[in-house]
């Protein structure tokens, strides 16, 4: 494989030395891109963009065309590893993701497969390798997953939530049945980012979406203990470096201790934590990504340029940190806006890493 140009950003999540702080933004192949909505408009639909390797790998390098970030990340849905397991996935237009099945019994998760990557799954691991060949080097791949928690959340739903109460019925009612899904879905997670990293994956994050809309307890036992058990599972090392892996839990930062504790290497933090806080928190066990609201990309260049120096500033002198918003980027951002804030992550933090 070709020799990385930017390493940056694999470094900072290992806490070794950068020049600068690194960026990439959640999402930042998206809607937001007018090169974007034109792809997805020849592909036909999200689903066909996802599925089609070339039109996945197109759409992961419109960004970097644009902006000197310093990651790719794949372009594929959280959802793929439900739609593998027979549940039916299928996009409501203004509704999102829907399923054409869901999980409501015992016998319901009994049933359920565990996928295989390479059977099931190909297409994703032949986006992965077609994007990591296209990139030749010049950043990073980040492969991802949602967490079993956040899956188990669309599959028992059929959807998105508001309240997630057949989720939270089924977790309180039948702890036996939630757990069973949670196992099974973390087998197929484990298998699937080590499915990613064999392709080419340099990194890999894992998407705990809702994670946070649970008690304290549950958050441990129904969220970080599978999440525990897939970092206890993946390929940490692959073509003679380490590959870091990234938690991140929206809405988490009450558990940052716990979640430092779960052998990964970097804590993805949203927009509601304070960075330099998390910082003495979590002390040198992690390092940590984040964490801009990313509705401040709505606000001028000039306001967008001070809160990315305000964060920098929080997080002070060092390496450890990965620049990122505390969420994905929003459609109605102005590409000139995102230009602007990944240009000041660059221009602002070179002082604190002299």
């Known amino acids: 494989m070709t020799a990385l140009k930017n390493d940056r950003f694999l470094r900072a999540l290992l806490k070794q030395p950068v020049d600068v702080t690194p960026v990439w933004m959640m999402r930042q192949a998206g809607r937001y891109l007018p090169e974007y909505r034109a792809s997805r408009a020849k592909a036909g639909d999200f689903m066909s963009l996802c599925m089609n390797p070339a039109f996945a790998c197109e759409v992961t390098m419109q960004p970097l065309e644009r902006y000197p970030l310093d990651a790719a990340i794949l372009f594929s849905d959280i959802l793929t590893i439900p739609d593998a397991m027979g549940q039916g996935l299928y996009f409501e237009t203004g509704e999102g993701p829907r399923f054409k099945k869901v999980v409501s019994t015992l016998a319901d998760i009994e049933a359920l497969p565990i996928p295989d990557p390479q059977k099931d799954l190909g297409y994703v691991m032949d986006a992965v390798s077609t994007i990591r060949r296209e990139l030749n080097g010049r950043v990073p791949l980040i492969g991802f997953s949602g967490s079993p928690w956040t899956l188990a959340t669309y599959m028992v739903e059929g959807g998105s939530s508001k309240d997630f109460r057949k989720t939270k019925a089924m977790l309180y009612d039948n702890p036996h049945a939630m757990h069973l899904l949670l196992d099974k879905l973390a087998q197929s997670v484990t298998s699937y980012l080590n499915g990613q990293i064999l392709a080419g994956a340099q990194a890999v994050q894992i998407f705990d979406t809702w994670g946070g809309n649970l008690s304290a307890a549950a958050y441990q036992e129904f969220s970080l203990a599978y999440m525990k058990k897939i970092v206890s599972g993946l390929i940490r090392e692959h073509e003679g470096r380490k590959v870091p892996v990234i938690l991140f839990t929206k809405n988490g930062g009450l558990w940052l201790e716990s979640i430092a504790d779960a052998g990964a290497d970097a804590l993805g933090l949203d927009w509601t934590c304070d960075l330099?806080?998390?910082?003495?928190?979590?002390?040198?066990?992690?390092?940590?990504?984040?964490?801009?609201?990313?509705?401040?990309?709505y606000a001028k260049p000039e306001a967008i340029r001070a809160e990315v120096a305000r964060i920098l500033a929080s997080y002070g002198n060092g390496t450890g940190h990965v620049f990122n918003l505390g969420h994905g980027i929003t459609p109605e951002v102005d590409p000139e806006h995102a230009g602007a804030f990944i240009n000041a992550v660059h221009e602002f933090s070179a002082q604190y890493h002299q």
């Open 276 to 297: 330099g806080e998390a910082r003495r928190r979590v002390g040198n066990k992690v390092a940590l990504q984040g964490n801009m609201d990313p509705t401040v990309l």
